[in-house]
C-alpha cells in the first residue's frame, strides 16, 4: 500500500503544480497590450516607461474573425491569433498580453473609435513617435481614434522629458536624428492602459483564445 500511496500524493503535487492558462474571449472595441521581441528601441520604450508594454492595438470583429486594428510597419488589421504570436520569439514572453475594456457607458462609442482609427490604415509607423497624422504609432492611434469619436483624451499626455530617457539616450537620438527632444508630447501604452474610460480585464500574463 505504501508504494501506491506516495504514487498517489506525487500525482497530486504534479497536478497542482500544473499551471492553468486563462482563456480570453475577445470582445470588439478591447484594447490588448504586449511586449514585442526584445530589440534597442522595445528595450529604450519598456525601460523609458517602466512597463512591459511596447505595443497596443484595439480588437475588432471583422469579416467573421477576430483582429486586431494596429500600427505596426503601416497602419492595419492583423488576426488576432497572429497579434498574439509577435512576441512568441523572445523568451519569457510568449503569448504574454493584457487587456482593457471600456466601462459600460463609454462603449457606445466603439464604433466612432474604430472608425476614427481605420482613417489610417496604411499610414507609415512613426519612430519618431510625433502626434501628427503624416505617421502613426501604436497608442496614437487608440489614442485619435478615441478623440475622433469623442474629442476627449484617452490616458495622460506626457514629456520624453517626464519619463525615464536617461538610459537609452543614445537610442533615442538614432531614432530624432541626433535630437533630444525632451518637451516632445506622447502617448504611451502604459498611460493609454492607464485611462480611467477603461477596466482592466486581463493582466499582463499568458493567455489562450478563445476558439
Not at 500524493?9 to 470582445?27: F, G, K
Not at 530589440?39 to 525601460?47: F, K, M, S, V
Not at 514629456?159 to 516632445?184: A, C, F, H, K, M
Request: glycine content about 8%.
Amino acid at each position: 500500500m505504501k508504494p501506491l500511496i506516495l504514487l498517489y500524493a506525487l500525482s497530486l503535487i504534479s497536478c497542482q503544480a500544473a499551471p492553468v492558462q486563462v482563456v480570453y474571449t475577445p470582445q470588439h472595441g478591447d484594447l490588448v497590450f504586449q511586449s514585442l521581441p526584445c530589440n534597442p528601441i522595445i528595450d529604450a520604450i519598456e525601460g523609458c516607461t517602466g512597463s512591459p508594454y511596447s505595443h497596443c492595438g484595439i480588437v475588432i470583429h471583422h469579416e467573421g474573425g477576430w483582429h486586431v486594428l494596429e500600427a505596426i510597419g503601416p497602419v492595419k488589421e492583423t488576426p488576432l491569433k497572429n497579434w498574439i504570436a509577435q512576441s512568441s520569439i523572445s523568451k519569457g514572453r510568449r503569448d504574454h498580453f493584457a487587456v482593457c475594456r471600456l466601462k459600460p457607458e463609454f462603449q457606445k462609442h466603439i464604433p466612432s473609435m474604430i472608425a476614427g482609427a481605420r482613417r489610417f490604415i496604411g499610414k507609415p509607423y512613426d519612430i519618431q513617435y510625433e502626434l501628427d497624422d503624416e505617421k502613426i504609432y501604436c497608442s496614437e492611434l487608440i489614442y485619435k481614434g478615441w478623440q475622433a469619436a469623442t474629442t476627449q483624451p484617452l490616458g495622460k499626455l506626457c514629456r520624453l522629458g517626464d519619463l525615464n530617457w536617461q538610459p537609452y539616450e543614445t537610442v533615442i537620438r538614432s531614432i530624432t536624428g541626433g535630437q533630444l527632444p525632451l518637451d516632445r508630447q506622447m502617448i504611451t501604452p502604459k498611460n493609454l492602459a492607464a485611462a480611467p474610460q477603461l477596466d482592466p480585464i486581463l493582466p499582463y500574463s499568458a493567455y489562450s483564445l478563445a476558439q
